[in-house]
């Protein structure tokens, strides 16, 4: 049987979650670069970054951090 490469048709699931995962990241960087660089003014705007248990505030958190610094 022909699986067009796919092992078991497990595959669909796991590029719906990169897909997911890829959206976020480009959603994040966007969030990132509007705060970082959409503000005239220094020292940079406090914020504060809110949400459920898990749902990446520490990974966005260093992600904006990051993008500050090389402001």
Do not use: H
């Not at 914020?47 to 749902?55: D, E, L, Q, R, T």
């Not at 990446?56 to 610094?69: D, E, P, V, Y």
Request: contains cysteine; charged residues 25%.
């Amino acid at each position: 049987m022909d699986t067009g490469g796919r092992c078991c048709g497990g595959g669909g699931a796991a590029a719906g979650l990169e897909e997911e995962a890829a959206q976020r990241e480009r959603e994040w960087e966007e969030a990132a670069q509007a705060v970082a660089y959409d503000s005239c003014t220094w020292p940079p705007p406090i914020v504060a970054v809110c949400g459920p248990g898990k749902s990446g505030k520490s990974a966005f958190s260093r992600l904006l951090l990051n993008t500050l610094i090389v402001r």
